[in-house]
Nanobody, 127 residues
Framework: QVQLVESGGGLVQAGGSLRLSCAPSRRTFRNYAMGWFRQAPGKEREFVSAISWNGGSTWYTDSVKGRFTISRDNAENTVYLQMNRLNPEDTAVYYC????????????????????WGQGTQVTVSS
């Protein structure tokens, strides 16, 4: 398993932007597909975005398409989630996760496919 650490969360006004980062505390995740999940109070965990191990494929849930961008820098051993045009419905704890999946079709991935998780970073969007 890979130990992951998220950063970049915070409080932002509606319409603003944040960039989340995720890096392993040790080892490397360059052979792992990476995903971002979020969980709002009283709601189930939601799969937000994913990127394949080589960065060639990405996937987004419909509610963030066109606003969020996932990317990875394997040389820097970091994955990012750029979040633009944030709205209060994006308020949640965001979690980074790693999967040993090596395919390019990411839409079928679910939380059980991810073996390593970070502690989460809070994103709060005020109206």
């Amino acid at each position: 398993q890979v130990q992951l650490v998220e950063s970049g969360g915070g409080l932002v006004q509606a319409g603003g932007s944040l960039r989340l980062s995720c890096a392993p505390s040790r080892r490397t995740f360059r052979n792992y597909a990476m995903g971002w999940f979020r969980q709002a109070p009283g709601k189930e965990r939601e799969f937000v975005s994913a990127i394949s191990w080589n960065g060639g494929s990405t996937w987004y849930t419909d509610s963030v398409k066109g606003r969020f961008t996932i990317s990875r820098d394997n040389a820097e051993n970091t994955v990012y989630l750029q979040m633009n045009r944030l709205n209060p419905e994006d308020t949640a704890v965001y979690y980074c996760a790693a999967s040993g999946y090596h395919g390019t079709e990411l839409s079928g991935l679910r939380a059980p496919n991810f073996s390593s998780w970070g502690q989460g970073t809070q994103v709060t969007v005020s109206s």
